[in-house]
């Protein structure tokens, strides 16, 4: 049985996964899913990913969720280049460090800014206070001085001269409030210059295609219907806005 990969680009993490299958040949079976309309709260999709949420793996019989886990499983089931986790205990480690960071910093207030200026109000019609984006603009910016102080300093990738996992899953939330029109590689001359060669090393097609979504997310938005997102808007007023 083929391997399955539940994706939808507009996701983060998917994206990571995407392009993490893509640029290492893995030969999957693409299950284009929208979690828009809710396919995650589907019965069927539940069935593979309990979770409810996106990207999933199904590979025969074993279902796997979690961006993170399944780089994880696909790098040691297809034998990946070392690059990518490397088996030294210490680049290793460095990766670990990254990954474990990220949830509470970068991955949060990267999804704020997309949320908050785009989405919330254009397709769930909530305004939000300019205070509460002002505080979510600040706390993306003080992850970002501390991504370039700390785990990238002057090194070309997170880990070194190689890039690595820590920086697929960085890249993709970085690149989340582009979709809301905020430029965060403006004024940061290193942090572009680390994006442009992560960029290169992805492969420069696949790096535009797995984020065309989300670059063209404010056209996207002039044409949506709204009634697409109503049964999510109380989840999304509760968990941005309680």
């Not at 040949?25 to 996106?54: C, M, P, T, V």
Request: charged content about 30%; overall charge negative.
């Amino acid at each position: 049985m083929s391997l399955e990969i539940y994706l939808d680009l507009f996701s983060q993490p998917c994206r990571s996964v995407y392009m993490f299958a893509k640029k290492n040949d893995i030969q999957f079976d693409y299950k284009k899913i929208s979690l828009f309309e809710g396919y995650q709260y589907s019965e069927e999709y539940g069935k593979i990913n309990l979770l409810r949420k996106a990207p999933a793996i199904k590979d025969g019989d074993f279902c796997l969720a979690e961006s993170v886990a399944i780089m994880l499983y696909l790098a040691e089931k297809f034998h990946t280049p070392e690059h990518w986790y490397p088996a030294d205990l210490q680049k290793r480690s460095r990766v670990n460090e990254y990954l474990s960071w990220q949830h509470s910093a970068i991955r949060i207030h990267g999804s704020k800014m997309l949320w908050f200026k785009l989405l919330i109000p254009k397709a769930v019609g909530v305004e939000i206070p300019k205070e509460k984006i002002d505080n979510a603009v600040e706390d993306l910016n003080e992850s970002l001085n501390l991504f370039e102080e700390k785990f990238l300093q002057d090194r070309p990738f997170i880990v070194g001269d190689q890039i690595s996992l820590a920086d697929l899953v960085a890249i993709v939330e970085i690149m989340q409030p582009v979709g809301a029109g905020m430029d965060v590689f403006e004024n940061r001359p290193k942090l572009k210059a680390w994006k442009d060669r992560v960029r290169d090393e992805i492969g420069v097609e696949l790096f535009d295609e797995a984020h065309q979504e989300i670059l063209y997310a404010q056209d996207a938005m002039k044409t949506m219907d709204p009634k697409k997102m109503e049964h999510l808007k109380p989840k999304i007023v509760r968990y941005f806005l309680s």
